[in-house]
């Protein structure tokens, strides 16, 4: 089943409303951002955090952002924090962040770098393969600490320390959550705003940027720096509106915006969880932190009720497409149809087409028990390699040598292997057809386990109920190879 298409989001030609349609839009400083992007293609960015040596599923809300505007046509800069990331955004905490070492960072950087990189990369060749007339251009990664690096603590004060009113930074939610805590806010954190406020301006004036889109826990900080480049021109004696009060996310019109913010809601569970390092359940982008079929598998195990925002937020389906596919799932939810498709586009979007096959490779083998095995690992050599990396860091394989485990009975190897708690339980399991082999059920008491049962002669797969060892076939310890 093809669940993509071509890249599409709903019937409107403007980038805002579509976003505003596939719930990815929280707050707007301005009406007429709407206007604007209608009109002209425009230069905007968005900060990505060098505090972990990979980007999580959480982050995905911002780049997918990212490149709904970059495959609109619009120049998108992705900022890697490596200045910033020294310092630490007190947004959405309510202790102190660790203070990493520069170099941390700066290594941190270097791999998010990279990643963002391949998601550009990966994601538009993803787009393209429905709609060829999307380009291939990719955006422009710049790092903060080239220009932060340049700039001394004294400028800082003057420059934007003097345009910037505290009384007004006080107000910032990502303050205010700290000044109520036992713990308070250093001055480090506090000046966290002024910084990524800087960047907008450095970006506003080198590079023509006009809009800055975050996370709806990067809302002050985007204000403060739509006011530093507001105050800045008025300053050199240009065109200025006055600060304008910002009521229900959007800002009272004005007639001559300079720059704008735009927030996307935090990627949360329905039940409002978040997710992240600092919530514990990061999911990375890394394949090393994260494998293929891990990745794949979480998308697939979300629940009916995250689905359908998953879908809107973390893939390129059209609504219409995701509308008229949670229709057909919740016909028959059992299907999980909505899981599968996100787990696919998601996967493939990522990893690309092959890793993609291969953690579909490893669901089948070990979820899909009516599945021919021998089947589906002898269709591709290299399928049982695949299978093997992708389950490579899962407790469910199980390595043996060849004397541990040929012409062993079956109930002693399920026993050892740990599948069931004892060779007598895996006898009774046996007589009672609950031991399979290969998915064939077990059915002589002393069946043994031969050579000929490893599928390649590599791997063989092992079940009690619904529990599933996969067995990999490593050479006798005795053979000297």
């Not at 409303?17 to 209608?38: C, D, F, I, P």
């Not at 910037?164 to 001055?187: A, E, M, Y």
Request: aromatic residues 6%.
């Amino acid at each position: 089943m093809h669940f993509f298409r071509r890249y599409a989001t709903t019937t409107s030609t403007n980038i805002i409303e579509r976003l505003k349609a596939r719930g990815m839009l929280s707050q707007v400083t301005s009406k007429n951002l709407a206007r604007v992007t209608e009109e002209r293609k425009i230069t905007l960015y968005a900060g990505v955090d060098p505090s972990a040596v990979s980007l999580h599923v959480g982050n995905l809300a911002v780049l997918m952002t990212m490149l709904h505007f970059h495959l609109d046509g619009h120049t998108v800069i992705p900022l890697i924090g490596g200045a910033t990331g020294q310092v630490g955004d007190p947004g959405g905490r309510s202790t102190e962040r660790e203070l990493l070492e520069t170099e941390t960072v700066q290594n941190n950087a270097s791999s998010i770098t990279n990643q963002v990189e391949n998601f550009f990369k990966t994601a538009t060749e993803h787009a393209r393969i429905k709609d060829r007339s999307i380009g291939t251009s990719q955006p422009k990664i710049l790092n903060n600490l080239s220009w932060h690096s340049q700039l001394s603590f004294l400028s800082f004060l003057r420059f934007p320390g003097k345009l910037l009113r505290v009384n007004v930074l006080l107000t910032r939610d990502s303050v205010q959550s700290r000044l109520g805590s036992n713990q308070g806010i250093s001055f480090a954190e506090f000046t966290y705003q002024l910084l990524q406020a800087y960047d907008f301006w450095y970006l506003n004036r080198n590079h023509g940027v006009e809009l800055q889109i975050g996370g709806s826990d990067q809302w002050g900080n985007i204000i403060s720096g739509v006011e530093l480049i507001r105050k800045a021109n008025a300053v050199e004696g240009k065109s200025l509106n006055e600060p304008v009060e910002i009521k229900n996310g959007i800002a009272d019109e004005v007639v001559d915006d300079v720059a704008y913010g735009l927030t996307i809601p935090l990627l949360t569970t329905s039940t409002g969880e978040k997710f992240g390092k600092s919530a514990g359940n990061a999911i990375w982008l890394d394949q090393r932190l994260t494998s293929t079929f891990d990745f794949y598998q979480f998308f697939i195990r979300v629940s009916d009720a995250d689905a359908p925002m998953y879908l809107r937020c973390l893939t390129l389906l059209s609504v219409e497409e995701i509308d008229n596919l949670m229709r057909e799932h919740m016909a028959s939810p059992e299907k999980r149809l909505a899981q599968h498709a996100l787990a696919t586009e998601v996967t493939q979007m990522i990893h690309g087409d092959a890793a993609l096959q291969v953690a579909q490779l490893a669901s089948t083998v070990l979820y899909d028990t009516s599945s021919s095995l021998e089947t589906a690992l002898t269709s591709n050599p290299d399928s049982v390699g695949n299978l093997l990396e992708a389950l490579r860091d899962n407790p469910r394989l199980k390595r043996v040598s060849s004397d541990q485990a040929i012409g062993q009975y079956m109930t002693k190897v399920a026993s050892s292997l740990g599948l069931v708690a004892s060779h007598a339980k895996a006898r009774t399991l046996l007589q009672g057809g609950g031991l399979y082999l290969n998915n064939h059920r077990i059915t002589e008491l002393d069946r043994k386990l031969n050579k000929s049962d490893f599928i390649g002669d590599k791997v063989a797969f092992l079940r009690a109920g619904k529990e599933m060892l996969v067995v990999e076939l490593l050479p006798s310890e005795n053979s000297g190879d």
